[in-house]
């Protein structure tokens, strides 16, 4: 039978990502307080409250999805930057990319009644192309307790490598059951969804994903958070949702001044403290690993 295997909130990264490697997924038990998922309940249950529920059976009929959780919700901002998703993050998707960012943050509230979502990898939002690459990295919070029951995530350990046809045979599926305030950590390309709700009680998650910096984000930051409301944010969050380059190139924008403004092809992170600058070229580090790419070559590719 496939199991989960759940971690200590204080668990070293090293011990968390060899399982995140093995498995697709990890569990981190209790790692908010109690009153910091209060936080999480009382800053974002006016919008979840809201929220009509999906329009097809992938979204979930008696599910709903509320999103722009980092303009909404000073704890979301927190758990964002949490140091185990952080260095799971360095782990995983530096080795393709120069920068990661934000891809996505949703309440998923399923409520009673709902059934099996449909098993995929989060990946294939880019199409069936990510094949021997890691585009991102998920993190649930549990914000009521998740059990078999009400529709915890189901995971297949270690199908990272499944082929996208291959189906998940039943003793292959566990779930993520854990306790309110838990995080799981699961991988873009382990087979997973959202379980079916057999209780009266609603199943809440909230969902923060970080993606390589060179891809479209799923939901767009630059909308939910513009500069207005990022530039009061932590300047490690802004630049994490996209008010930074995401490598040598990626990102730069021009002002859009009269002439003679002296701007051009600057980071984006001067739309949200002026007092940065860099014209692209002026970062040495993304040079440097740019540079360190080409001279390492693609593997199996030319050009
Ligand atoms: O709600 C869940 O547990 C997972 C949902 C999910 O995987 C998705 O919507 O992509
Ligand atoms: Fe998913």
């Known amino acids: 039978m496939a199991e989960l295997i759940t971690l200590n909130a204080d668990a070293d990264i090293k011990d968390v990502v060899r399982v995140l490697e093995q498995d697709g997924a990890v569990i981190l038990r209790d790692v908010l307080s109690e009153a910091q998922v209060r936080q999480v309940e009382a800053e974002l249950s006016p919008y979840w409250d809201a929220t009509p529920p999906g329009m097809d059976d992938f979204q979930g009929t008696a599910t709903t999805r509320t999103g722009a959780l980092l303009a909404r919700s000073e704890m979301c901002r927190q758990m964002t930057l949490h140091p185990a998703f952080i260095g799971a993050c360095d782990a995983l998707l530096?080795?393709?990319?120069?920068?990661?960012?934000?891809?996505?943050?949703?309440?998923?509230?399923?409520?009673p009644g709902e059934t099996n979502q449909a098993l995929h990898k989060d990946k294939w939002a880019w199409h069936q192309v990510m094949h021997g690459i890691e585009p991102m990295l998920s993190c649930m919070w549990a914000i009521t307790d998740f059990t078999e029951d009400n529709g915890a995530t189901r995971v297949a350990p270690g199908s990272m490598d499944w082929p996208s046809d291959r189906r998940a045979e039943p003793d292959e599926l566990t779930c993520a059951a854990m306790s309110r305030g838990s995080m799981l950590l699961f991988s873009g390309s382990v087979l997973h969804s959202g379980g079916a709700n057999n209780t009266d009680q609603v199943r809440i998650g909230v969902l923060l994903d970080c993606a390589l910096g060179w891809l479209r984000q799923e939901e767009n930051q630059y909308l939910c958070c513009p500069p207005e409301i990022a530039k009061d944010f932590d300047p490690a969050l802004r630049r994490l949702l996209g008010y930074d380059m995401g490598a040598y190139t990626i990102g730069y924008y021009t002002p859009p001044l009269p002439p003679g403004s002296g701007l051009e092809a600057i980071t984006p992170e001067y739309a949200v403290d002026p007092t940065v600058d860099t014209q692209i070229g002026q970062e040495s580090e993304l040079l440097e690993k740019k540079n360190a790419e080409v001279e390492a070559g693609a593997p199996g590719y030319g050009g």
């Open 94 to 111: 530096l080795p393709y990319c120069q920068r990661y960012q934000v891809h996505l943050t949703q309440a998923i509230k399923i409520g």
